[in-house]
């Protein structure tokens, strides 16, 4: 008897072990997203700045090594790398970021953030997630937890990412500076999803090659000599130099650059002076250059430079100062085709070929790029966010949030179930155990 029992309970157990295996990313994503929400809205309740994100990344840590990963921490700050092995085979690489952002949230919502810190003025901001790295937290959380129950579906090594700092654009390069792929393994191939403030739930958008573009801060100094504004004759004036200059960089773009390649030159900021009746010595004027190839990137850049001091020679001032700031600069997005080539269907089988739509490329960026600069395939998918019949009426109504709007929000349940989804089924079939 004891012997039948025995069997009985191991044939059960294997036709569960059975069911586990066959179970698709779908269903355990539905079956676990209470869970899921609750991580979720924890993460969004309590956001953290860029660099500072040390509750947060204990929080994915924890996550991760109950999952089964074998997780380091502090790694290029606060970055967090989990590794899953799981017999031979290729290494994947996930990455999630961690940051949030100084915006005070408005959505109303009973989980929102309340965080609020000082800024470097002494004034106050809030603290909020507007731009769903939660989202792509819990995803990369649900992933994890789906990959380390389900092991007999994949064979090879998952190298999990937590990165600090996309924001700023520094956390993909902190990580890396701090052997990111000389202490873990390199990975051969690595994706990441980001939510789409203009995609509706239940949809995902990609595009291979240039999907988003170098972004370079600049700051320029056009320089002076003050004095008395009602004797203009008796000074050189900073400001009409950089109202000189303002009007000067867009020919860069549109008399220097081919008409086909995307590129933009923006002025953000301008300061200068104290008073109405007083010629500054100097005037302050920040960019952002976007653009897609690195040729057009060293165009820019060279054109805002020699404009800068051809302006400030025409009036005999001293030479400008114009500095590119490295700590800001992010490199290109570039898809790699191939593994865009092999994803694109398996998300198309999971998700229904409409949901899986071509993206247009955008002028913004993402330092996930640096992956792909430092030699691994990369491919970043957009994850639709807002549920359609809210996107319909704030269609009707023009007032479509974007992303680091203090009005932005995810409708979190399809958002979770559409990236888990979708994520888990890319890594199956990358992962695949050799037949």
């Known amino acids: 008897m004891l012997r039948r029992a025995a069997l009985t309970l191991c044939l059960c157990s294997a036709a569960l072990l059975g069911i586990a295996r066959a179970e698709p990313p779908a269903e355990w994503a539905k079956s676990h997203m209470s869970e899921l929400l609750d991580i979720y809205r924890d993460l969004h309740q309590a956001p953290e700045l860029s660099l500072q994100e040390e509750k947060t990344a204990a929080k994915v840590a924890t996550f991760w090594e109950e999952a089964g990963a074998e997780v380091t921490t502090g790694v290029g700050g606060t970055g967090v790398v989990g590794i899953m092995k799981n017999g031979n085979g290729p290494v994947l690489m996930l990455r999630t970021d961690l940051d949030a952002l100084p915006v005070t ?32 937290m819990t995803d990369l959380i649900g992933v994890a937890q789906y990959l ?25 390069r902190n990580m890396l500076n701090d052997g990111l792929f000389e202490r873990f393994p390199k990975p051969d191939m690595a994706l990441a999803l980001h939510v789409d403030a203009t995609l509706e739930t239940g949809k995902i958008g990609y595009r291979a090659g240039y999907s988003l573009a170098n972004v370079d801060a600049v700051d320029v100094t056009m320089r002076g000599r003050g004095g008395h504004g009602a004797q203009p004759h008796t000074t050189i004036d900073p400001i009409v130099q950089a109202a000189q200059l303002i009007v000067a960089l867009q020919t860069i773009v549109s008399r220097e650059i081919s008409p086909i390649e995307p590129a933009v030159i923006t002025v953000g900021s301008i300061h200068g002076g104290t008073k109405h009746n007083v010629i500054p010595d100097d005037c302050h004027l920040q960019l952002t250059v976007r653009s897609f190839s690195d040729e057009t990137r060293t165009k820019l850049l060279d054109g805002i430079r020699r404009k800068a001091k051809a302006i400030a020679d025409s009036v005999g001032a001293p030479e400008p100062e114009v500095t590119v700031v490295e700590d800001e600069a992010t490199p290109a997005l570039f898809n790699d085709e191939k593994l865009v080539a092999r994803v694109a269907p398996v998300l198309k089988r999971v998700l229904g070929e409409e949901n899986v739509v071509d993206n247009e490329p955008s002028m913004g960026g993402e330092d996930f790029s640096r992956y792909g600069r430092a030699g691994v395939p990369i491919f970043m998918f957009s994850l639709g966010s807002v549920d359609p019949h809210r996107m319909a009426g704030l269609k009707r109504t023009g007032a479509v949030p974007s992303l680091h709007s203090a009005v932005y929000y995810p409708d979190a349940e399809q958002t979770l179930q559409t990236g888990i989804t979708a994520m888990a089924s890319a890594a199956l079939d990358l992962l695949a155990p050799e037949k």
């Not at 949230?105 to 004034?123: A, F, P």
């Not at 380390?148 to 993909?172: C, F, N, Y």
Request: charged share 25%; with cysteine.
């Open 105 to 136: 949230e408005r959505t109303g919502l009973v989980y929102s953030s309340k965080v609020k810190v000082k800024n470097t003025d002494g004034s106050t901001t809030g603290v909020m997630h507007a731009c769903g790295h939660d989202i792509h």
């Open 148 to 172: 380390g129950s389900h092991k007999d579906d994949w064979s090879g090594t998952v190298m999990l990412i937590a990165q600090p700092a996309e924001e700023r654009g520094e956390g993909a």
